[in-house]
C-alpha cells in the first residue's frame, strides 16, 4: 500500500476553533490511508482561545502532524494562514478542509483516484449534519441546491466554485496561477475565486463523487449566523467570471419569476403553471440529491423552504453589497 500511495498534505487554517478542532483530528484517526503518506498541516490563525493548546494535545497521536503560528500572513484572513501552510507542506497534491468538520474513511483514497485522472482542481460533498431546528433545516436546504448548482455548472464545463471544506488541488497548479494573489478582492473566496482562477487558466477541474469521500460539519447555530455566512459567500460571488454571473442570474431570476407566478394563477389558471413546474422540479432535483447528503425532507418542507431558500438569495444579495466582511 505504502509503495503506491502518492504523499498528501492536509492543510487547516483554524482560528479559534478550541471546541472544534479535537473532532476534526479524531476523525483523522480512522482514515483509510498509509500515517506515512500524508502530513496534516495545522496554521493557527492568532487564536485568542485555545485552539493551539487543544491541537497540541494529539501531536502524541500523529507523527504527521505540524501546528504553525500564522506570523507575518501574505493575504489577510484565512487566505493568508492557508497560504503559509500550502507553502510549508511536503507534496504536491494539497487537499483542505476546516478546523470544525469530521471526515470520511476513504477520503483519501477518493481523492487520490480523480487526481490519477489527470485533474489540476477537485471538490467533494460537503453536507450539514443533520440536527432539529428550522436553521438547520433551510441550511440543509440550501446545501443540496447549491451542490446541484455546482455539480451542474461542472457538468456543462462551467464550473464556478466548491467547498473549501472539501476541496484540493495540485500544488504546482496552485502555483501556476499565483496561489491566492489574484483572488483579493474580498477575504472570502478561498475556494470559488480559486476556481475563477483555474478557469482562466484552462485548468481541469473535478468533483470527488464517492460516497465515503463527503466532509460533514454543524450547521449554522442560529439564524443571525446563517446570514453572515450567505452573505460572506454571495459577496465573494461578485467577483465571479462574468459568465457564471450571467448563469447564475439567469437561474436564479427564472426560479423567482416561476416562484411568483402562483398568484397570478388567481387572474388565469395557466399562469398557475410555471410555479407547478417549478414545484415538481424542486422536489425532483431535492430527492434525487439528498441521497448523496443522506439528508430527509418530507415533499411540503421542500415547497416552503424552496420558498424561503429564493428570498433568502435577494436578502443575502442585498446584504452582500452594503455589508463589510470578514474572516472570523
Known amino acids: 500500500m ?28 480512522i482514515i483509510d490511508y498509509p500515517a506515512s503518506k500524508f502530513e496534516i498541516i495545522i496554521v493557527d490563525d492568532n487564536s485568542t482561545d485555545n485552539t493551539l493548546r487543544e491541537a497540541m494535545k494529539y501531536l502524541n497521536h500523529f507523527t504527521n502532524l505540524r501546528i504553525i503560528p500564522a506570523e507575518d500572513k501574505k ?57 432539529p431546528g428550522f436553521v438547520n433545516s433551510i441550511a440543509r436546504f440550501e446545501n443540496i441546491r447549491t451542490f446541484f448548482l455546482y455539480r451542474s ?52 477541474i473535478g ?41 447564475l442570474a439567469a437561474w436564479h431570476i427564472i426560479n423567482l419569476l416561476c416562484l411568483f407566478s402562483f398568484p397570478l394563477g388567481l387572474i388565469d389558471k395557466w399562469l398557475f403553471m410555471p410555479a407547478v413546474v417549478k414545484i415538481i422540479t424542486d422536489i425532483i432535483i431535492v430527492e434525487v440529491n439528498t441521497r448523496e447528503a443522506d439528508y430527509k ?14 428570498a433568502l438569495i435577494a436578502v443575502n444579495f442585498v446584504n452582500a453589497l452594503f455589508k463589510g466582511d470578514k474572516w472570523k
Not at 505504502?2 to 484517526?29: C, M, R, T, W, Y
Not at 447555530?221 to 453572515?228: D, I, N, P, W
Not at 415533499?299 to 420558498?307: A, C, G, S, V
Open 2 to 29: 505504502d509503495k503506491i500511495s502518492p504523499q498528501i498534505s492536509i492543510v487547516i487554517a483554524a482560528k479559534n476553533e478550541e471546541k472544534n478542532i479535537s473532532g476534526l483530528l479524531d476523525s483523522f484517526k
Open 207 to 247: 468533483y470527488v463523487s464517492d460516497k465515503e469521500s463527503s466532509v460533514y460539519s454543524y450547521a449554522p447555530a442560529s439564524f443571525k449566523e446563517y446570514l453572515v455566512q450567505k452573505t460572506r459567500h454571495t459577496k465573494t460571488s461578485l467577483y465571479y467570471l462574468p459568465v457564471h454571473k450571467i448563469m
Open 75 to 131: 493575504y489577510p484572513g484565512k487566505k493568508g494562514a492557508l497560504a503559509l501552510g500550502i507553502m510549508e507542506s511536503h507534496s504536491d497534491l494539497i487537499i483542505i478542509t476546516d478546523a470544525d468538520c469530521f471526515v470520511e474513511r476513504d477520503w483519501l483514497n477518493s481523492y487520490i483516484r480523480k487526481f490519477n485522472e489527470g485533474y489540476d482542481f477537485l471538490f467533494g460533498n460537503a453536507p450539514f449534519i443533520e440536527e
Open 153 to 204: 455548472a461542472l457538468k456543462i464545463n462551467l464550473p464556478y466554485s466548491a467547498a473549501a471544506r472539501n476541496f484540493g488541488f495540485r500544488k504546482s497548479s496552485y502555483e501556476r496561477i499565483k496561489g491566492y494573489e489574484n483572488t483579493t478582492e474580498t477575504l472570502s473566496g478561498d475556494d470559488d475565486l480559486l476556481i475563477r482562477e483555474a478557469v482562466k487558466n484552462k485548468m481541469r
Open 297 to 310: 425532507f418530507r415533499p411540503f418542507e421542500i415547497i416552503y423552504l424552496q420558498i424561503i431558500y429564493e
